[in-house]
């Protein structure tokens, strides 16, 4: 009888540790969910990868909302909300979309070919892994090709970058160049 009990914990423990897999998965499995969350609007997922209050007045600058950098606003988890179509805009949702993650895997880069929706503004998207550092960084970059040359060419990047932390990917900060 004793036995039989322990037969019966043991096909129990086994099959609910089958049922219940580890839902954070590798870097890569992160990376695929944080894809799918922002581009189904998912804000509530996308959170899981930022840590709240982030404190750098010009990520506000960076994605367009220059009267929050102005204050030096904290992003929040009510500003995240209340700018979630402005911090993954078309342009980025477009170009992480077209990221191919087995290549960012196998090889640690994957970039994207130009997208342009009015034959002026061209941009793209690199994925890079960086082993040593563990960080993935996405690099929206963007040119206009009518730019005037007075104010130089146009160009700029955009560098969103995560850590990955106790196999957990978070944002950890962003930059642009340009």
């Not at 078309?90 to 196998?106: G, P, R």
């Not at 104010?151 to 955009?158: K, L, V």
Request: hydrophobic share 35%; proline share 3%; net charge negative.
């Amino acid at each position: 009888m004793k036995r039989t009990l322990l037969y019966i914990c043991l096909f129990l423990c086994a099959h609910t540790a089958i049922a219940s897999p580890d839902t954070t998965g590798t870097w890569i499995d992160q990376v695929r969910t944080l894809r799918d969350a922002i581009y189904q609007r998912d804000k509530e997922t996308t959170k899981t990868f930022f840590n709240f209050p982030y404190n750098n007045a010009e990520f506000w600058y960076m994605v367009g909302v220059p009267n929050l950098a102005e204050k030096e606003a904290p992003v929040t988890e009510k500003s995240f909300d209340l700018y979630f179509d402005k911090i993954f805009d078309k342009q980025f949702i477009t170009a992480f979309l077209k990221i191919k993650t087995k290549d960012l895997y196998e090889k640690g880069t994957s970039k994207t070919a130009e997208f342009t929706d009015d034959q002026e503004e061209y941009y793209s998207m690199e994925a890079t892994y960086d082993k040593d550092e563990q960080t993935v960084t996405l690099q929206l970059s963007s040119y206009n090709k009518k730019s005037d040359p007075e104010y130089g060419s146009g160009e700029y990047a955009i560098f969103y970058v995560f850590k990955i932390k106790a196999g957990r990917l978070r944002f950890d900060k962003i930059l642009m160049a340009g």
